[in-house]
Nanobody, 124 residues
Framework: QVQLVESGGGSVQAGGSLRLSCAASGYTYSNYCMGWFRQAPGKEREGVAAISPGGSSRYYADSVKGRFTISRDNAKNTLYLQMNSLKPEDTAMYYC?????????????????WGQGTQVTVSS
């Protein structure tokens, strides 16, 4: 059974940094696309970043390019999201997601497995 457990969320002032982690278990982690999504109150869930199974391809939402970095450690079955220069509009629940790899890991693809989320709050 696929399990994804996020951690690392918290409260930070604008301009600060946070690093999210997602521990994966129950499947062959290194064969899957991994991604981060977020949902703010009253808004739809949006894709933030995704990474291919080997880590060679990364995809970012325009709103986070240059500020966020996605990475993965396949030996530890762990996904990361380094968030720098945080803005109040980054405030949201952040979710880790996984999907089978079919040649691309685009954020717009259908994602199969989801974690419970970790809250990120950025104050101005």
């Amino acid at each position: 059974q696929v399990q994804l457990v996020e951690s690392g969320g918290g409260s930070v002032q604008a301009g600060g940094s946070l690093r999210l982690s997602c521990a994966a278990s129950g499947y062959t982690y290194s064969n899957y696309c991994m991604g981060w999504f977020r949902q703010a109150p009253g808004k739809e869930r949006e894709g933030v970043a995704a990474i291919s199974p080997g880590g060679s391809s990364r995809y970012y939402a325009d709103s986070v390019k240059g500020r966020f970095t996605i990475s993965r450690d396949n030996a530890k079955n762990t996904l990361y999201l380094q968030m720098n220069s945080l803005k109040p509009e980054d405030t949201a629940m952040y979710y880790c997601a996984a999907r089978n790899y079919y040649g691309t890991c685009r954020l717009s693809s259908q994602w199969q497995h989801w974690g419970q989320g970790t809250q990120v709050t950025v104050s101005s």
